[in-house]
């Protein structure tokens, strides 16, 4: 099935997943479906070969599109609006890792959780986060390797809210073509006075939208009227790509199939 944009879904790499029989199928239901990538949640990228882990996705019909950094920031404590500098100095250093490792593949990084956690001063943390974002964007630069930094809620983090908070942060880089923002629909409907509106304001600094229902369950499993969405993206010219990003309500399988059954008939391709 051909959609209007390249879908992909983010999930979980286990370690063992060569051989791990349910994540197997979990790619055979995605190639069934017509998805084009996965965004991976990697604890540790350094243990897994990049051309076997390329190699298993193309199998598929499939392509690593974003490293999600989440998994790894949350297992290592990394920030990188740490009011510590040894936790700073760590969490760029590995930062530029996940470029090195995203770059074997022509994906793309997320900076979600990776931003920081939730502080009451958040000018200070907005302003480490800002110095960080310098020593990683000329990295990102050289490698051709696009760092996504994601809107989440005040609640998550106290560095990028809204996508107009975003924007200020990345303004800085606007001769880095590798600097984009990553809007996410959960996060849009606490966030977002008008989220169309914001959507529409950021269009040309972001390629690629997260789509997850108001209670962070799959599209069609909460309020989120997303046909509403997809007759914006089509109005505005949307030419990006759009990617499911979830907790799991009975299990991903039966969550994806009910999903796909919402979502299909409104990113079909019409011929």
């Known amino acids: 099935m051909t959609y209007r944009y390249p879908l992909s879904i983010q999930l979980a790499l286990p370690e063992e997943y060569q051989r791990e029989r349910s994540f197997l199928e979990v790619l055979e239901a995605l190639e069934?479906?017509?998805?084009s990538g996965v965004e991976l949640n990697?604890?540790?990228?350094?243990?897994?070969?990049?051309?076997?882990?390329?190699?298993?996705?193309?199998?598929?019909?499939?392509?690593?599109?974003?490293?999600a950094s989440g998994a790894t920031a949350k297992a290592e404590d990394l920030s990188l609006s740490s009011p510590e500098q040894r936790v700073v100095k760590k969490s760029v250093a590995r930062c530029r890792e996940f470029i090195r490792f995203a770059e074997c593949f022509s994906a793309g990084v997320i900076i979600g959780f990776l931003k920081g956690p939730a502080v009451t001063d958040r000018e200070r943390a907005r302003s480490?986060?800002?110095?960080?974002?310098?020593?990683?964007?000329?990295p990102a630069r050289e490698?051709?390797?696009?760092?996504l930094i994601e809107a989440t809620n005040r609640y998550e983090s106290a560095v990028a809210n809204t996508?107009?908070?975003?924007?200020s942060l990345i303004a800085p880089f606007s001769d880095n073509p590798y600097v984009h923002m990553l809007p996410d629909t959960f996060h849009m409907n606490i966030e977002e006075k008008d989220q169309f509106g914001a959507l529409q304001k950021y269009?040309?600094?972001?390629?690629?939208?997260?789509?997850?229902?108001?209670?962070?369950f799959f599209p069609g499993l909460g309020a989120i009227r997303f046909d509403e969405l997809f007759r914006f993206l089509a109005s505005i010219d949307y030419r990006g790509s759009i990617g499911i990003e979830g907790l799991?309500?009975?299990d991903l399988l039966s969550d994806l199939r009910e999903t796909m059954a919402y979502l299909q008939p409104m990113i079909r391709a019409h011929r």
């Open 32 to 35: 069934s479906y017509g998805f």
């Open 128 to 138: 480490r986060f800002g110095n960080s974002l310098q020593q990683i964007a000329e």
């Open 143 to 147: 490698a051709g390797v696009p760092i």
């Open 248 to 250: 799991i309500s009975t």
């Open 42 to 67: 990697i604890v540790e990228p350094q243990r897994v070969d990049p051309e076997e882990l390329k190699a298993l996705l193309a199998g598929f019909g499939l392509r690593l599109t974003m490293f």
């Open 203 to 216: 269009s040309s600094l972001f390629e690629s939208i997260h789509l997850s229902d108001n209670n962070r």
């Open 163 to 167: 996508l107009d908070d975003t924007y």
